[in-house]
């Protein structure tokens, strides 16, 4: 098997472990003929989706009152939406993610674009980076920990990103405003500015259903935004009111 298979491969792995009940590195590595770094990132990808527990050296069968408690599926939307926004990178790109469950989805998305350089405020994206197979050159904001949005934010996150330039932005929205461009609750709002300063391409990642969701804080106005990428839900009206403002508009089908 080839070792760039790699979704076959974690599959092949997931078969070995209900056979054995229980698998380990060096000898995983000797059978699909690839490294013990890249199994490790497969035994962590797989541990991540709720299907093994990794012990010293290997791996075992997740128990099964775990298995109930482990979080849902990434939505079908948000599928959708981050295929198409991974289209829209090329390879060696510079691009930064922002925190997010429809952003995070995106990283497995990147595996077969080499020589990213990837900026992100959260762990959790970091983390799913790490899992790849052609893993980024990782940069992070580091900065204050805020709880809510579980990202780092404030002046020095600010300071560290406007030490590079980039060629895109993926960031999320708790809500979009066709008056104003996409809105959340969250007061922290100055290091989603800096990020599309220092971008050349604001893209917006947000399933349709966020649309006229009323929230208090204008994070990102319209003028500050490129391309929005939703899914087919987005009614018309909607549609030929954000073409209108000059947004590049993309609605992945499920």
């Given at each position: 098997m080839s070792k760039r298979n790699t979704p076959q491969r974690r599959h092949a792995i997931l078969a070995l472990l209900a056979e054995q009940g229980e698998v380990h590195v060096e000898a995983l590595a000797r059978h699909f003929e690839t490294s013990e770094v890249t199994v490790r990132k497969d035994l962590a990808a797989l541990e991540n989706n709720g299907l093994l527990l990794r012990r010293y050296g290997?791996?075992?069968?997740?128990?099964?009152?775990?298995?109930?408690?482990?979080?849902?599926?990434?939505?079908?939307y948000k599928q959708a939406i981050a295929?198409?926004?991974?289209?829209?990178?090329?390879?060696?790109?510079?691009i930064i993610?922002?925190?997010?469950?429809?952003?995070?989805?995106?990283?497995?998305?990147?595996?077969?674009?080499?020589?990213?350089?990837v900026m992100t405020n959260s762990l959790s994206v970091a983390n799913a980076l790490r899992e790849l197979e052609q893993e980024p050159v990782l940069l992070m904001t580091g900065g204050t920990w805020d709880p809510h949005s579980e990202s780092f934010q404030g002046q020095?996150?600010?300071?560290?990103?406007?030490?590079y330039d980039f060629d895109q932005l993926f960031i999320g929205a708790d809500g979009?405003?066709?008056?104003?461009?996409?809105?959340?609750?969250?007061?922290?709002?100055?290091?989603?500015?800096?990020?599309?300063?220092?971008?050349?391409?604001?893209?917006?990642?947000?399933?349709?259903?966020?649309l006229g969701r009323r929230m208090p804080n204008l994070e990102l106005p319209w003028s500050s935004i490129h391309t929005l990428i939703t899914d087919a839900r987005l009614d018309t009206e909607a549609r030929e009111q954000i073409l209108a403002r000059g947004i590049k508009l993309i609605c992945a089908d499920v």
């Open positions: 290997g791996a075992v069968p997740m128990p099964h009152e775990l298995v109930a408690e482990h979080s849902q599926p990434v939505s079908p295929r198409a926004a991974a289209a829209s990178i090329r390879e060696h790109a510079r993610i922002d925190s997010g469950s429809t952003t995070t989805a995106l990283i497995p998305e990147l595996d077969r674009r080499p020589g990213l350089v020095v996150a600010e300071q560290v990103l406007r030490s979009i405003d066709l008056a104003r461009g996409t809105t959340t609750f969250n007061e922290l709002l100055g290091l989603s500015r800096v990020m599309a300063e220092v971008a050349r391409e604001v893209i917006v990642m947000a399933e349709a259903d966020k």
